[in-house]
């Protein structure tokens, strides 16, 4: 994930895996971006800072969304004098934590803080494991 300039980012193609956290049952879903998007964040406070989350998230009709679909999103925070980062939806996974400051107008990279997950995966013989951080994570 890059700042664009202004309140725009950028989020690079990539793979993602995600959880469903509807039931205990419900599996895991797989997706990739195959080019990259651009997102925008709303306007800064006036006079507080906020921490906004950029998150990509199923919906699926079987477990009570209105539609199906995989989107990339920004959740904007509350802003405070101690802001914390939204909580996560069901189905999400989370990429990022941008800091808003007050009357922020520009964002750089320094505001983007990266909250993807690695996985290892066994890849058979010895015991061992490879982490393939760039094919699990949207937006390496």
């Known amino acids: 994930m890059t700042s664009l300039g202004g309140l725009n980012l950028s989020v690079a193609a990539g793979y993602v ?3 469903g956290t509807v039931t205990s049952t ?3 879903y797989q997706s990739f971006n195959d080019a990259s998007q651009s997102l925008v964040v709303a306007t800064a406070h006036p006079t507080l800072n906020r921490i906004d989350r950029v998150c990509v ?3 699926d009709s079987a477990y009570g969304s209105i539609s199906d679909n995989i989107v990339i999103q920004i959740l904007t925070g509350t802003a405070g004098a101690s802001p914390v980062a939204p909580t996560l939806p069901a189905n999400s996974i989370s990429l990022a934590t941008v800091a808003v400051a007050a009357t922020a107008t ?3 990279n320094a505001n ?3 909250t993807r997950t690695t ?3 066994g890849l058979g013989g010895g015991g061992g494991g ?3 951080s760039e094919f699990l994570l949207m937006g390496a």
């Open 106 to 108: 520009n964002l750089t």
């Open 57 to 59: 998230t199923v919906n």
């Open 112 to 114: 983007i803080t990266s």
């Open 130 to 132: 490879s982490t393939f």
């Open 26 to 28: 419900q599996g895991m």
């Open 17 to 19: 895996f995600i959880l």
């Open 119 to 121: 996985a290892a995966l």
